[in-house]
């Protein structure tokens, strides 16, 4: 037995040396978002009068579908108010962190080869996984003590030691638990895009089976994870058995992975990868064909998870006006005006986050013009009578046209559950007139993309980066009372809030443009610089 982990300590020390930068960065990030939001509470919402109207207001449907259910609204403290508002969004970033560093030495080591140079050494077969593993595991417990002992260290009297812990617990074991699922996912695919495929499918469908469950029926909550975790009822009851059970979980999958490890061929996988065609269609002889059937997998998945993203999104607005009808206080806190009504401001919000949720994969379609350079694929496209421009193009139109139909699928999910439980549904024309509205940012977010793979192939982060910042202050801009200017900062943040304002066709026609700027510098740029290879 301990023949199949020889080394496997040098082989982690390996893995922290790697990603010494990367693994800080992402603990730095969590932490210090975490500490700043719970921080900034007591200036926020100061009187006791203030923390009734928003506890009134996070019992809205729509509010506990993207959040979670509120714990101790009787009694919001900064403890109950920094568990509700915060703990499944950190345990997405969370899990995200744990996804990428997990298939980063797993999957995507095997596919370059390096495992099969490591397993050449004196080295157990296992010995990479089970690094991986001890690396992400530990990553995760370096977290959970941060940010308890960071949140304790404020000072609040509803944030404890034991309560600030748990908090830090809950985030760690989501995090384990989504190491320990990429780590099987690793086994059972042939290559890294499945597998990090798979584990983003299954977190984007444990979010919305949470919010779901969380509206509807909490036993179905219960079978998703982020939901699970929301069970501890932190800062209020500070439960632990689901830290424990989401624990003994992922000790479960990781024996699991660690078994098929050890069955499987090196560079094999568990599910067959389809036989390819003999020879290639004529739509292949075009690098936007190829480009397409590189991602053609991905681009269907997105639309389908974004079409039922929508549907989860609009299934909540029943509800949402039943709420809105039987509470005084929130019709006296946003009364409607200019002929709009609480309903529709909320669905105004809820276009923006499928927005920036929709950019996602429109930067991974061109991103990947990004990562087949650097696997060599692309320097054996131009040894061939392909211009850099036909490359980059390909890449650019298929990032751009996938931004309109996904709006149009978010649209068009939305709007089927919202007619089908509204007695008086919206207007399809209204809603695709809010979705379409935040294509030019979307546009300015692919072209600072191109433009990063022209002159700053290497910091291409930076795009990922400032997506977050765009759903952060969305998401929280008005609830943290942010300056005007940093909503400024952010493409989404010229966005009209359809129906409630109206459309500038100038101020679009601006956003546009800047697209297009960003996106000629970037093809400029691309045509001028070296190819990895």
């Not at 300590?9 to 790697?18: A, E, G, N, P």
């Not at 584990?199 to 089976?209: M, N």
């Not at 529709?344 to 991103?367: D, H, N, W």
């Not at 300015?444 to 192939?457: A, D, Q, R």
Request: include cysteine; proline fraction near 4%.
């Amino acid at each position: 037995m301990s023949a199949l982990f020889a080394n496997t300590k040098v082989l982690t020390v390996f893995i922290l040396r790697k990603d010494r930068i990367r693994i800080p960065v992402w603990l730095l990030s969590i932490v210090l978002c975490t500490v700043f939001f719970a921080g900034m509470l007591p200036e926020l919402y100061p009187t006791e009068a203030e923390r009734v109207i928003l506890a009134e207001t996070m019992k809205n449907p729509a509010i506990t579908f993207m959040i979670g259910p509120g714990y101790g609204l009787d009694n919001y403290t900064d403890g109950a108010m920094m568990g509700h508002f915060m703990l499944v969004f950190t345990s997405i970033a969370v899990g995200i962190m744990s996804i990428l560093l997990t298939s980063r030495h797993t999957r995507e080591d095997e596919e370059k080869g390096r495992i099969e140079m490591v397993r050449s050494l004196p080295v157990g077969s296992l010995s990479p996984l089970m690094a991986t593993f001890l690396i992400a595991i530990a990553s995760n417990i370096i977290l959970v003590l941060a940010i308890g002992f960071g949140l304790y260290s404020l000072g609040f009297e509803s944030m404890g030691l034991k309560a600030s812990l748990l908090y830090g617990a809950s985030l760690g074991a989501i995090g384990i638990f989504f190491v320990a699922l990429t780590g099987l996912f690793a086994q059972l695919t042939t290559n890294t895009r499945s597998t990090l495929g798979y584990s983003f499918s299954f977190l984007i469908t444990a979010y919305i089976v949470r919010g779901i469950g969380d509206v509807e029926n909490e036993i179905l909550s219960l079978i998703s994870p982020l939901g699970l975790i929301l069970r501890t009822e932190v800062f209020v009851n500070n439960y632990w058995w689901p830290v424990f059970v989401t624990l003994g979980i992922s000790t479960l999958l990781m024996g699991i992975a660690l078994y098929l490890n050890s069955i499987r061929d090196l560079e094999a996988g568990f599910i067959p990868t389809r036989v390819g065609r003999k020879y290639a269609s004529k739509f292949l002889l075009s690098p936007l064909g190829l480009s397409l059937r590189l991602q053609r997998s991905t681009i269907i998945a997105w639309l389908i998870g974004m079409f039922v993203l929508g549907l989860s999104y609009g299934s909540v607005l029943g509800d949402l006006e039943g709420f809105l009808e039987s509470s005084e206080i929130i019709q006296m806190m946003l009364p409607a005006s200019e002929g709009f009504n609480l309903t529709e401001r909320f669905v105004a919000m809820l276009m923006a986050i499928l927005s920036i949720i929709g950019t996602v994969p429109v930067l991974m379609y061109i991103l990947k013009l990004r990562s087949e350079e650097k696997v060599g694929r692309t320097e054996h496209l131009l040894a061939r009578a392909v211009s850099r421009y036909n490359i980059i193009a390909s890449y650019t139109l298929i990032a751009i046209v996938s931004a309109v139909i996904i709006q149009l699928m978010s649209v068009l999910g939305f709007w089927s559950a919202a007619t089908f439980v509204m007695e008086d549904g919206l207007s399809f024309s209204t809603l695709l007139k809010a979705g379409l509205v935040h294509l030019p940012a979307m546009w300015i977010m692919v072209g600072l993309t191109v433009l990063l793979i022209g002159f700053f192939p290497k910091l291409t982060a930076i795009s990922w980066l400032y997506l977050g910042y765009s759903f952060f202050i969305v998401y929280l801009g008005d609830m943290l009372k942010l300056p005007s200017w940093m909503d400024s900062l952010t493409p989404f943040g010229h966005i009209p809030q359809v129906p409630m304002e109206e459309v500038k066709v100038f101020k679009m026609g601006v956003l546009t443009l800047i697209a297009m700027g960003l996106t000629i510098a970037g093809f400029m740029t691309y045509s001028r610089r070296d190819i990895e290879g």
